[in-house]
């Protein structure tokens, strides 16, 4: 039985796509200078069969070695034309090489999954509250632990929607991604488009979040009195991925450094767009403040969050934490391959728009 989708349509000469597909593997395995013959319908089935191009790529690479840099960039760019004739429903746009294996497990990915099913299940009551909606406090308990991330934190204390920042940037990505919406009342999921969400390989999957939640919610929302300064720094996103530059996957940072690095590149932008005229106690306040607020909104909830960076803790620090459970001491980033790789995407290419890919 064929391997190929029945529904694809032929060229203008009459040849199928994936017909020229198998033309284009065994040329390429000939210039490749194998001297076996190969079947080109067993390569194309591997390929079809990889949950994404980039996994594609790896195993098939892994087995077929070439000299050339040349060649090898034709022998990816094969492989993944072949395995989008399989899967139509991905976007050719997209070609950030990381695989499912780099991304599964990220936080990201599975507190949305978490949401999304406990959504699902029952869609959640909202109130119409300071000229918005917000989730009714009666739905907080329940969508909190349904959340991976947040499920063990201790939120005896949240009353509103409002006073838990975490849940308000859940929400706020599903709705930009348009993956609910609220409707008679309640929060629920659109289930059409979460279901081409999850037809999507999980690498592009990752993406749609990412771009979402970096260009299409507002930080400034989450912000409170320094909105102002976070909205200038996502209005300037490029200079935070020119800081990354010289950083490397496995490379250790920490957090106070990231920070300080931010303060000191945005100062200048932030005296032209935001400060005006004489330094106010306010505005004291608001910059003493700064650090805390980039921490969190873009340590934490972006660069972690997204696996970007990967938080450690040595040995001492966690030995002391057992005696002393509210000891503080020195947390290291590491830089992961997923944030090396998406960085230097977002710094050398012209990326799609997430919402283009998800349509």
């Known amino acids: 039985m064929s391997v190929f989708h029945s529904g694809q349509t032929t060229s203008a000469k009459g040849t199928h796509p994936a017909q020229v597909q198998h033309e284009n593997l ?3 395995w000939l210039l490749s200078g194998f001297a076996e013959d190969v079947d ?3 390569l194309s089935t591997i390929i079809s069969e990889a949950p994404d191009p980039e996994t594609a790529c790896r195993v098939i690479t892994k087995h077929v070695s070439v000299s050339s840099s040349a060649l090898r960039d034709k022998w990816r ?4 034309q072949t395995w989008l004739e399989y899967h139509k429903h991905a976007s050719a746009a997209l070609t950030i090489p990381l695989s499912s294996l780099d991304v599964a497990g990220i936080t990201i990915l599975e507190d949305v999954r978490g949401m999304m099913n406990e959504l699902r299940k029952q869609p959640a009551k909202v109130t119409y509250d300071q000229n918005e909606w917000a989730i009714d406090p ?4 329940r969508l909190i632990a349904a959340v991976p ?3 063990d934190r201790d939120v005896a204390s949240v009353e509103h929607e409002w006073n838990y920042i975490p849940l308000r940037r859940m929400r706020a990505l599903l709705q930009a991604s348009r993956l609910v919406r609220v409707f008679k009342g309640r929060v629920c999921v659109v289930e059409s488009r979460y279901e081409q969400f999850l037809s999507l ?4 999957q990752y993406y749609v979040l990412w771009h979402t939640d970096v260009y299409h919610v507002d930080w400034e929302a989450f912000a409170g009195q320094w909105r102002s300064y976070v909205r200038v720094m996502q209005n300037y996103l490029p200079l935070v991925w020119e800081m990354t530059e010289d950083l490397e996957s496995g490379e250790e940072c920490n957090a106070e450094n990231i920070v300080q690095a931010c303060v000191e590149a945005f100062n200048p932008l932030w005296e032209q767009e935001v400060e ?5 106690l306010r505005q004291l306040y608001q910059r003493c403040g700064l650090p805390i607020v980039i921490e969190r909104l873009l340590v934490r909830d972006v660069l972690e969050r997204y696996g970007i960076l990967k938080s450690e803790q040595s040995l001492d620090l966690m030995f002391t934490r057992l005696l002393q459970p ?12 997923v944030g090396e790789t998406i960085m230097t995407a977002e710094r050398e290419q012209d990326l799609p728009c997430a919402m283009d890919i998800l349509g």
């Open 26 to 28: 065994k040329a390429l």
């Open 77 to 80: 760019k094969v492989i993944s």
């Open 138 to 141: 009666s739905e907080l308990a």
């Open 149 to 151: 991330s947040l499920k």
């Open 276 to 280: 005006t005229g004489e330094t106010s």
């Open 201 to 204: 390989p999980l690498p592009q």
């Open 40 to 42: 080109p319908t067993e």
């Open 326 to 337: 509210h000891a503080q001491g020195e947390e290291t980033l590491r830089v992961t391959q």
